[in-house]
């Protein structure tokens, strides 16, 4: 037996706080016909806590459900001996790459054998440019390495340079069509890049006609309310002002069923070739939603605009920054949030492929987009790295609710609230004899109206809080509780002053 002592039992529960951890969760929406290969029509959605559940999931960045596109050389003139035949290929970013060189020689007497031995050239050096060969009688064959898509259908991209007689006749590349695989994991890996510990659910949808995003309440269903914010790609279609006040209406159905929710939406501006046109967002009341119009210039977001033809954006990165983020937290915070690795997201561009480096990309002009309330990365002279420009809402900046993090916040302070007084809800009420709330039934509800506000207080996501409940209310004839609840948020220090300049003497 153990010696006779005083002994501690630790209670749990007793402070009524909220489990830590929830406001990372969060969701992404895809359109697609064809589903990776761990869904199905009667299983679209999936919880992710890594990169690589959703590779065992089948969304692989292998290009497998990429058809690459194919051109053809028909061989006519043999040439002599000692002349030669090159093929090259302009891929993105202005990349040649050599096939490699054919040299006559006398054993090829036939169109037939100077298109095998063609074919056998490309073939030699496919460990290192990726392309393959065929041939047909006196046609080769030329199938593009993957990752390509869509690139090589347009344009002249393949050259053939001869030196002597040989002769031929180049057909261009057709048929590449991108993978859709590869830009579903690059979102995801986004997303876990910027927020490690990322808690994701991933609903693959058909493709509505028309879209009204009911899927934003699909998947939230399907995680019994617990998703925070919600990423929604409009695969490959274009982007339209009316998508996002829809989103809002789909979002704020949410919220008024307590299973609150904020949304970023990128789609399609592929096809706007000037940015300053794109719609003013700043009329909206959609605070519900965000739009995200960067993406990556240089780096692997970039080889997928090349190869989908369609606009890939940065919404997998700003998605992990809202999850990593406090409630009260910018995505825009330089000192937290730099969403470039070094490579990814460090060369800048639009979704319509403008890289800032273009003489049209002016301040001015970001400036404009930023008023218009977009969301997109920036670059500051001497700090390395990228960053969001704003965390901006769908809504006027004169809004309560203009930036993602006072939504957020009142978001967290009504759940928080919420959970507090659901057990009151058709509890007794205690009065005095003249109508009067009791006192012990007022400081009862504030107090736990209060309990995870204060939390609030303490974590850093409010500044102050207050919740008064007016005694002199007539419940007995209304069945009314009115209980007022005042926040003080925290700021944002979106502009910095400094005052400086030369004096005779400092005192």
């Known amino acids: 037996m153990a010696l006779n002592n005083v002994r501690f039992v630790l209670g749990q529960g007793g402070l009524g706080r909220p489990l830590a951890g929830q406001d990372y969760i969060s969701g992404l929406v895809f359109y697609t016909a064809t589903l990776p290969s761990g869904f199905s029509t009667s299983n679209r959605i999936k919880q992710f806590f890594s990169v690589q559940d959703a590779e065992n999931a089948g969304i692989l960045a292998n290009y497998s459900d990429e058809t690459q596109a194919t051109a053809t050389y028909l061989v006519t003139a043999v040439g002599t001996t000692g002349n030669t035949l090159t093929i090259t290929v302009t891929e993105p970013g202005g990349k040649v790459v050599n096939l490699g060189t054919y040299t006559k020689v006398v054993a090829d007497a036939a169109v037939a054998d100077v298109a095998t031995a063609i074919a056998a050239v490309i073939n030699a050096g496919t460990a290192t440019h990726g392309y393959t060969a065929t041939v047909s009688s006196a046609t080769v064959t030329i199938k593009a390495r993957k990752g390509l898509g869509v690139f090589l259908n347009t344009g002249t991209p393949v050259t053939v340079t001869i030196v002597g007689t040989i002769a031929g006749t180049l057909t261009q590349f057709t048929g590449g069509v991108a993978s859709l695989q590869a830009v579903w994991h690059y979102h995801i890996a986004e997303y876990f890049r910027i927020q490690p510990q990322g808690n994701l659910f991933v609903g693959f949808f058909a493709v509505p006609n028309p879209y009204t995003f009911s899927e934003i309440i699909t998947l939230q269903n399907y995680a019994n309310g617990l998703i925070r914010q919600v990423g929604i790609y409009k695969d490959g279609a274009a982007f339209s002002a009316a998508d996002i006040t829809a989103i809002h209406g789909v979002c704020n159905t949410l919220v008024g069923q307590h299973k609150e929710i904020i949304a970023l939406y990128a789609a399609d501006i592929s096809a706007v070739t000037d940015i300053s046109t794109i719609a003013d967002l700043s009329v909206l009341t959609a605070n519900l939603c965000s739009a995200v119009i960067s993406q ?57 492929g403008k890289l800032f480096s273009d003489a049209s990309i002016t301040d001015n002009l970001l400036s404009a987009l930023q008023d218009k309330r977009y969301i997109f990365l920036r670059k500051f002279v001497g700090t390395a790295g990228s960053f969001f420009n704003e965390n901006s809402s769908a809504i006027s900046v004169a809004s309560d609710y203009a930036y993602i993090t006072d939504n957020r916040t009142i978001q967290k302070a009504t759940r928080g609230v919420y959970t507090s007084l659901v057990p009151v809800l058709n509890g007794p009420i205690t009065l005095n004899a003249d109508g009067t709330l009791a006192d012990t039934v007022v400081t009862y509800l504030e107090t736990e109206a209060e309990r995870n506000l204060a939390q609030m207080v303490r974590d850093g996501e409010l500044s102050a809080e207050q919740v008064v409940v007016n005694p002199t209310q007539n419940i007995l004839q209304t069945g009314l509780l009115v209980i007022s609840v005042s926040l003080v948020p925290i700021g944002t220090a979106r502009n910095i002053q400094v005052n400086i300049g030369f004096n005779v003497s400092i005192s």
């Open 296 to 352: 990556d210039g240089a780096a692997l977001g970039a080889q997928l605009y090349a190869a989908y033809g369609k606009s890939i954006t940065t919404l997998g990165a700003a998605l992990g920054a809202v999850a990593l983020a406090k409630v009260s937290e910018s995505i825009a915070w330089v000192q937290k949030f730099n969403i470039s690795d070094g490579t990814e997201c460090d060369t800048l561009a639009f979704a319509n």
